[in-house]
């Protein structure tokens, strides 16, 4: 008797460490590793294809166009093309509020594409730029949202 009451509680006990982790912990790993994936080919891909920014009058157009879909008209938003290393770390481009209603967006020579400026255009939208900087938030939310939206448009 005595026996097999341990034996129920040790398997009992491994059948709810198999659940939690098949429910919770497994789907979250794969769910993580694929959206890493995705989101690295992904941007790849997009930035690869996506139109060259040449002249500040396509730049000019095209932050027209990408605002306008953003509904950021109402905003100024002014846009610098930078030489590479201005951005901090590896990046190929940032964006700020510099003032009451004023927004910048700097373009190094290797991220003049549209969609990096869109990419940038949604950490603006979606208000990123107005928060307090945050390295957590930043890397678990405001920059997978505007991946999202650089490679499929999808507003998050």
């Not at 002249?55 to 166009?65: C, G, I, S």
Request: glycine share 6%; hydrophobic share 35%; net charge negative.
């Amino acid at each position: 008797g005595r026996m097999m009451i341990k034996q129920n509680k040790k398997r009992n006990a491994l059948q709810r460490a198999f659940t939690v982790y098949s429910k919770h912990v497994f789907p979250r790993v794969v769910y993580t590793l694929s959206a890493c994936l995705i989101f690295e080919y992904g941007v790849e891909y997009t930035r690869s294809v996506s139109p060259e920014l040449k002249t500040k009058q396509e730049v000019q157009y095209a932050l027209d166009e990408e605002a306008k879909e953003l509904n950021l008209l109402e905003k100024n938003i002014l846009v610098q093309l930078v030489a590479d290393g201005t951005c901090r770390g590896d990046a190929l481009a940032c964006s700020g509020k510099i003032g009451d209603n004023t927004y910048s967006i700097s373009l190094e020579e290797d991220g003049r594409t549209r969609n990096i400026l869109r990419h940038e255009l949604y950490h603006i939208a979606d208000e990123h730029c107005d928060e307090e900087w945050s390295t957590f938030k930043y890397f678990s939310l405001w920059e997978p949202q505007a991946v999202v939206y650089e490679v499929w448009g999808w507003r998050l």
